[in-house]
């Protein structure tokens, strides 16, 4: 099975802090998401990736930005934390987003708190 | 823009009913759709993908169905048990690697 691991289930940060989610997939997928999951605005997407080094923006790009070096690794920088930035963090994958019965798989999600 | 919308937004149902979810989307020229439960605090969990070319899928008590022309999916689940409760999201895949997701179904099913 496809496995997405996120480092950290809870965060704590304060607001002016940059703050970095990590994602590490095992099976070698080209593509790569990072959404946010608010009560009332379901799943937005932020960023997202189909190879190393490159990365499009999503639906809410704004105050964030992305890595991916490593093609197992996507990471999620938030440049510097506002309140609003508090939310539940998923990352995603799926293999290469061309045949069209590709499954998208996602970590257990990272709970971020900006104070 | 794709929208997607799932009706009801919540549902609960006794042990043991047959139920029904619903997703509608409003672009009908779509690539798949995907069924996904999402249990408190955790990741999503993709259940059943439908493609385009399909009209449904089954998986043990789940079985969705996929309407492109109307632009609907059902989530039929039989038998439902208390470990059924979580919140049931559809999303459906347009263009590209981007999916459009639906704010979900938040199912509770009674002992």
């Excluded at chain 1, 809870?10 to 802090?17: A, S």
């Excluded at chain 2, 139920?19 to 955790?42: E, H, M």
């Excluded at chain 2, 022309?69 to 039989?78: D, E, F, K, M």
Aim: glycine content about 8%; charged content about 20%; aromatic content about 8%.
């Amino acid at each position: 099975d496809v496995k997405v691991t996120q480092s950290s289930r809870y965060l704590v940060k304060r607001t002016g802090e940059k703050v970095f989610l990590e994602c590490v997939q095992d099976m070698d997928h080209e593509n790569m998401f990072w959404y946010r999951q608010d009560p009332g605005l379901g799943l937005r997407l932020i960023y997202f990736s189909y190879d190393v080094k490159m990365k499009e923006k999503g639906d809410i790009p704004e105050g964030y930005s992305v890595s991916r070096e490593k093609k197992e690794r996507f990471s999620l920088i938030l440049e510097s934390a506002s309140t609003n930035q508090t939310s539940m963090y998923l990352c995603a994958s799926s293999l290469s987003g061309i045949a069209t019965n590709e499954k998208l798989f996602f970590g257990s999600g990272t709970q971020l708190s900006v104070l | 823009k794709q929208e997607v919308t799932q009706i009801p937004a919540a549902l609960s149902v006794p042990e043991g009913e047959n139920l029904v979810l619903n997703c509608s989307f409003t672009d009908s020229a779509i690539y798949n759709l995907q069924w996904f439960r999402q249990d408190p605090g955790k990741g999503l969990t993709s259940l059943l993908l439908i493609q385009s070319s399909q009209r449904e899928q089954t998986s043990g008590r789940l079985n969705a169905s996929l309407d492109k022309s109307s632009g609907r999916s059902t989530l039929y689940i039989a038998a439902s048990q208390p470990g059924d409760s979580a919140t049931y999201l559809c999303a459906v895949k347009t263009s590209g690697s981007r999916l459009t997701f639906g704010e979900g179904t938040q199912l509770t099913v009674n002992p």
